[in-house]
T-cell receptor, first 112, second 112 residues
Framework: SQTIHQWPATLVQPVGSPLSLECTVE??????LYWYRQAAGRGLQLLFY??????ISSEVPQNLSASRPQDRQFILSSKKLLLSDSGFYLC???????????FGDGTRLSIL | GDSVTQMEGPVTLSEEAFLTINCTYT??????LFWYVQYPGEGLQLLLK?????DKGSNKGFEATYRKETTSFHLEKGSVQVSDSAVYFC???????????FGTGTSLTVIP
């Protein structure tokens, strides 16, 4: 069966520090991969999605970036975090088309 | 463009009450529709789905019917439990491309 892993589960970082969040999927090949951010009490904001290695689509201009170095690995990064980057970050995958997305457990990021 | 609108919360119900969470959508073509549930501090879990008009998705006592004539996909449960307390998201994918569109979420609290 397919599983998705996100880490770390929680992270506290100072303003201006770098960020790297990792997401991996097991049990499937060539998944579509997605990064979302969820502000407290709010809905989901799509940040990036990828349909293949090295292929990244950005939905919202910001100081975050994403990379897909391997088929089932999706990384969210920042060189310098802002206070506004605080939130709950969710990774998701699906096999494309009309298939449902499946989510990881999320990373709660707090910026001090 | 495609979008999902769901009723604003929060919704508070007594145990064993009937639940309806309204969801309407705007889409060209024939989207697939989904309901997701998010428990506190966790990622989203797929609750049910429907891929064509008049389909009824059901799971764990929840159900929703894909109504093309009213562009709706309302979530219902006949008798809620305290354990159903969570945030519920309606979502669609247009079946072309790789986009997903989520509603803003409806928070449900069930009191004993």
């Amino acid at each position: 069966s397919q599983t998705i892993h996100q880490w770390p589960a929680t992270l506290v970082q100072p303003v201006g520090s770098p960020l790297s969040l990792e997401c991996t999927v097991e049990g499937t090949s060539n998944p579509n991969l997605y990064w979302y951010r969820q502000a407290a009490g709010r809905g989901l904001q799509l940040l990036f999605y990828s349909v293949g290695i090295g292929q990244i689509s950005s939905e919202v201009p910001q100081n975050l970036s994403a990379s897909r170095p391997q088929d089932r690995q999706f990384i969210l990064s920042s060189k310098k975090l802002l206070l506004s980057d605080s939130g709950f970050y969710l990774c998701a995958w699906n096999s494309g088309g009309s298939q449902p997305q499946h989510f990881g457990d999320g990373t709660r990021l707090s910026i001090l | 463009g495609d979008s999902v609108t769901q009723m604003e919360g929060p919704v508070t119900l007594s145990e064993e009450a009937f639940l309806t969470i309204n969801c309407t959508y705007t889409a060209t073509g024939y989207p697939s529709l989904f309901w997701y549930v998010q428990y506190p501090g966790e990622g989203l879990q797929l609750l049910l789905k429907a891929t064509k008009a008049d389909d009824k998705g059901s799971n764990k006592g929840f159900e929703a019917t894909y109504r093309k004539e009213t562009t709706s996909f309302h979530l219902e449960k006949g008798s809620v439990q305290v354990s159903d307390s969570a945030v519920y998201f309606c979502a669609l994918t247009p079946n072309t491309g790789n986009q997903f569109y989520f509603g803003t979420g409806t928070s449900l609290t069930v009191i004993p």
